[in-house]
């Protein structure tokens, strides 16, 4: 059987279906056996869907970046609307000012 | 002017009628060269575009990034074919510049890696896991629902290692492919994915201190 460590380092194949039909059956196996990997395979695919997801807006449209709890970047309390200054910048630099 | 909700459509999703057509007219008002329209452009995508650019690089680096993504955009705008939206365009653009930033900036990966080493999975020498810790309980869209874990998550991301950061930005946040992210980080398929599996990792052994049972 394939140690534990084996296991982890193919997870990422695993998980995404990418192992040699031979290797994926050994993972299968191991996991159905150990319950150790079984629940790390689990919380891995877990932090895999909350990363993707945890970056769009969510449901009542709020807008991620900008919640108070992420205190430490205070940039990222910011609004979505650009500070004037630097829209004037941008403006300046592409020379499209009016 | 309501940004917010028309800015919202930067990155993947939902089609809008409306946005469609008014994102039509914005282009080829681009495409005629008209200063107003690139105003309209910055105005309207500039904010959303901004909190991409800073995933990856500090608050001055990412206002210096949005500037040459935004400019990039007015110069090449003849090569806009609109068989993506704009938002998407845009967004590919901003990223890449990004990436060009942080390349200037030249990060060793060695550090990274000592950095990241202890969040990475102990062994015994019988090849079973030193730390095993206990599983999670929740569904994603359980944890999902909860502000402070999608706040958490998010600042986990943020304060990996930059080089784990931007593989695990890229690939899993920007959606961006293996082949793609090897490409604009000039590195092999493989290394990406090495470099994503111990981002993934890193992240799972932060949130498990969270989120497992009993923790
Ligand atoms: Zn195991």
């Given at each position: 059987?394939?140690?534990?460590?084996?296991?982890?380092?193919?997870?990422?194949?695993?998980?995404?279906?990418?192992?040699?039909?031979?290797?994926?059956?050994?993972?299968?196996?191991?996991?159905?056996?150990?319950?150790?990997?079984?629940?790390?395979?689990?919380?891995?695919?877990?932090?895999?869907?909350?990363?993707?997801?945890?970056?769009?807006?969510?449901?009542?449209?709020?807008?991620?970046?900008?919640?108070?709890?992420?205190?430490?970047?205070?940039?990222?309390?910011?609004?979505?609307?650009?500070?004037?200054?630097?829209?004037?910048?941008?403006?300046?630099?592409?020379?499209?000012?009016? | 002017?309501?940004?917010?909700?028309?800015?919202?459509?930067?990155?993947?999703?939902?089609?809008?009628?409306?946005?469609?057509?008014?994102?039509?007219?914005?282009?080829?008002?681009?495409?005629?060269?008209?200063?107003?329209?690139?105003?309209?452009?910055?105005?309207?995508?500039?904010?959303?575009?901004?909190?991409?650019?800073?995933?990856f690089l500090d608050?001055?680096d990412?206002?210096?990034?949005?500037?040459?993504?935004?400019?990039?955009?007015?110069?090449?705008?003849?090569?806009?074919?609109?068989?993506?939206?704009?938002?998407?365009?845009?967004?590919?653009?901003?990223?890449?510049?990004?990436l060009m930033r942080l390349r200037k900036k030249n990060t060793k990966?060695?550090?990274?890696?000592?950095?990241?080493?202890?969040?990475?999975?102990?062994?015994?020498?019988?090849?079973?896991?030193?730390?095993?810790?206990?599983?999670?309980?929740?569904?994603?869209?359980?944890?999902?629902?909860?502000?402070?874990?999608?706040?958490?998550?998010?600042?986990?991301?943020?304060?990996?290692?930059e080089?784990?950061?931007?593989?695990?930005?890229?690939?899993?946040?920007?959606?961006?492919?293996?082949?793609?992210?090897?490409?604009?980080?000039?590195?092999?398929?493989?290394?990406?994915?090495?470099?994503?599996?111990?981002?993934?990792?890193?992240?799972?052994?932060?949130?498990?201190?969270?989120?497992?049972?009993?923790?």
């Open positions: 059987m394939m140690t534990c460590e084996q296991f982890i380092d193919h997870l990422l194949d695993f998980d995404e279906g990418d192992l040699p039909s031979e290797t994926d059956r050994l993972c299968r196996e191991h996991s159905a056996l150990c319950k150790q990997c079984a629940d790390y395979l689990d919380s891995y695919q877990k932090t895999v869907a909350v990363g993707k997801a945890a970056f769009k807006s969510d449901s009542h449209g709020s807008e991620p970046a900008a919640d108070t709890v992420d205190n430490q970047r205070p940039s990222a309390m910011e609004s979505y609307e650009l500070p004037e200054e630097l829209v004037q910048s941008i403006l300046t630099a592409a020379g499209a000012v009016r | 002017m309501d940004s917010a909700r028309t800015s919202s459509s930067v990155g993947p999703a939902q089609p809008d009628l409306a946005v469609l057509s008014d994102e039509q007219t914005l282009v080829a008002d681009l495409k005629a060269g008209d200063p107003a329209a690139y105003e309209r452009l910055v105005r309207v995508y500039g904010g959303r575009m901004l909190q991409v650019a800073r995933r608050e001055e990412a206002r210096d990034a949005l500037q040459e993504a935004l400019v990039s955009a007015w110069k090449s705008i003849d090569r806009f074919d609109g068989q993506s939206k704009v938002s998407t365009w845009l967004h590919r653009i901003v990223v890449n510049a990004s990966i060695e550090k990274a890696t000592e950095a990241l080493e202890p969040l990475l999975p102990k062994y015994l020498e019988d090849g079973h896991r030193a730390d095993p810790g206990s599983g999670w309980t929740e569904t994603p869209e359980q944890l999902l629902g909860r502000q402070e874990v999608r706040a958490l998550v998010r600042r986990s991301i943020l304060d990996l290692p080089s784990y950061r931007t593989v695990l930005l890229l690939r899993d946040i920007e959606g961006l492919s293996g082949k793609e992210t090897a490409e604009a980080m000039d590195l092999t398929v493989s290394a990406v994915k090495v470099r994503l599996h111990r981002a993934r990792q890193a992240l799972r052994e932060i949130l498990a201190d969270h989120l497992a049972e009993g923790a």
